[in-house]
Nanobody, 121 residues
Framework: VQLQACGGGLVQTGGSLRLSCAASGTIFSINAMGWYRQAPGKQRELVAT???????NYADSVKGRFTISRDSAKKTVYLQMNSLKPEDTAVYYC????????????????WGKGTQVTVSS
């Protein structure tokens, strides 16, 4: 299973970016998909997740500014980021939680390689 993320870049404060992450490979189901980020010198932190049922969860720091969505048929998750702030600057990582290759297989977590988001002041 591979996760391919794209959409990062450089944007000014107040701008917007849209990240996408597509999962490929032998996939029967994915429990949840989400985005995490890691800024220089800091630990990786949750940004937003969305379950297969569409239930979403956000970090307090991004609520009202970021929106996560998911296309289960395409095995793709999106993160619409609006009103970006310099403190949003980080490498953003896509995560797929409990990916099963068959109905009976054990779920495994996967991570994408990360995409850089830089917000200039």
């Amino acid at each position: 299973v591979q996760l391919q993320a794209c959409g990062g870049g450089l944007v000014q404060t107040g701008g917007s970016l849209r990240l996408s992450c597509a999962a490929s490979g032998t996939i029967f189901s994915i429990n949840a998909m989400g985005w995490y980020r890691q800024a220089p010198g800091k630990q990786r932190e949750l940004v937003a997740t969305i379950t297969s049922g569409g239930r979403s969860n956000y970090a307090d720091s991004v609520k009202g500014r970021f929106t996560i969505s998911r296309d289960s048929a395409k095995k793709t998750v999106y993160l619409q980021m609006n009103s970006l702030k310099p403190e949003d600057t980080a490498v953003y990582y896509c995560n797929a939680d409990r990916v099963r290759s068959t109905a009976l297989s054990y779920g495994i977590d996967y991570w994408g390689k990360g995409t850089q988001v830089t917000v200039s002041s």
